[in-house]
C-alpha cells in the first residue's frame, strides 16, 4: 500500500521554480532515495511534503488522504517527521529537553518512557550526553540528536534530508547502521544524500533529481548499475 502518493509537485521561491513537477510514490515498509545535484530540487521536495514551506501546485496524498494544505504540526500529528537539512537542534536546550520537544503530542508517561529508551538504544551517546546542552555537542553528535526527536514522534513516514553531511566518515556509518536497524524494523524513510552510493546500497527504490524533475527510477541496484548514474553520481 502506498503510505506517501506525489502527483505534479510544484514548488518555486519568488519566480524561480525549484521543482518543476514531478511524480512519485512510497509504499508501507520501504526505504526510497532521493539524490541528485546540489540545487535539484531535493530538499524543497522533503520540505514540502513536510509542510515547513507551501507547495505552488500538485497533490500530495498521505495514508490516502490529502494533505498538502496542511502546516507541519498536523502532519507531524499524523506521522510525518522530518529530520532537516543541517539538523535544526535547539542549541540552548538539553540532549533530553531536545528529545522532549519531538514528543510534544505524548501524554502517556509510560510511553514516552519507551520512546525516550528506544532513542537511547539507537542512540546511547544521547542518554550519556543527556543533560549537555546540544550547541555544545559534535556535528554528529547533534544530527543523532535531531533523528532522536524525529523518532519520539513516532513517524509513520521518516523523511531524512542529508544525514550525513559534514561528517566524519565514523559518524557517517554510525547514522547509517541506525537508517539501516530502522528500515529493517519496518519503518518507512524517504532519504535525501548526497552520498548517492550510500543511499542506492541501503534503498530498495531511488528517484534522481535534476533541476526539479525526476529523471530516473528504479530500484536501488538498477541504478547503481546505470552508467549515466554510475558517471554522474559515483564518480565513476
Known amino acids: 500500500m502506498n503510505i506517501l502518493q506525489v502527483k505534479d509537485l510544484k514548488v518555486s521561491y519568488g519566480g524561480i521554480a525549484a521543482v ?25 521536495t522533503l520540505n514540502a511534503l513536510a509542510g515547513v514551506i507551501q507547495a505552488r501546485a500538485g497533490e500530495i496524498q498521505f495514508n490516502r488522504e490529502p494533505v498538502s494544505h496542511l502546516p507541519a504540526y498536523e502532519l507531524v500529528k499524523r506521522g510525518l517527521s522530518l529530520v532537516p537539512e543541517g539538523r535544526g537542534v535547539f542549541k540552548r536546550m538539553t540532549v533530553f529537553e531536545n528529545l522532549q520537544m519531538g514528543a510534544f503530542l505524548q501524554q502517556n508517561p509510560a510511553e514516552f518512557k519507551r520512546l525516550l529508551d528506544q532513542a537511547y538504544t539507537f542512540f546511547p ?17 547533534q544530527q543523532m540528536v535531531a533523528m532522536g526527536r524525529a523518532l519520539m514522534a513516532q513517524p509513520k513516514l521518516l523523511l531524512l534530508d542529508e544525514p550525513s553531511m559534514g561528517l566524519a566518515p565514523l559518524m557517517v556509518e554510525t547514522i547509517f547502521n ?59
Do not use: P
Open 20 to 44: 518543476k513537477g514531478i511524480d512519485f510514490e512510497i509504499k508501507s515498509g520501504e526505504l526510497v532515495a532521493l539524490i541528485g545535484a546540489n540545487g535539484a530540487g531535493k530538499s524543497s
Open 125 to 141: 551517546r544521547l542518554e550519556e550526553r543527556s543533560t549537555q546542552m546540544a550547541g555544545t555537542l559534535s556535528g554528529g553528535e
Open 178 to 236: 541506525v537508517i539501516h536497524s530502522l528500515t529493517k524494523a519496518g519503518m518507512t524513510i524517504l532519504l535525501v544524500e548526497q552520498n548517492a552510493r550510500l543511499a542506492l546500497q541501503l534503498a530498495q527504490r531511488a528517484y534522481v533529481m535534476e533541476s526539479g524533475l525526476i529523471t530516473l527510477a528504479g530500484s536501488g541496484t538498477e541504478l547503481m548499475a546505470d552508467a549515466r548514474v554510475r558517471k554522474a553520481y559515483l564518480g565513476e
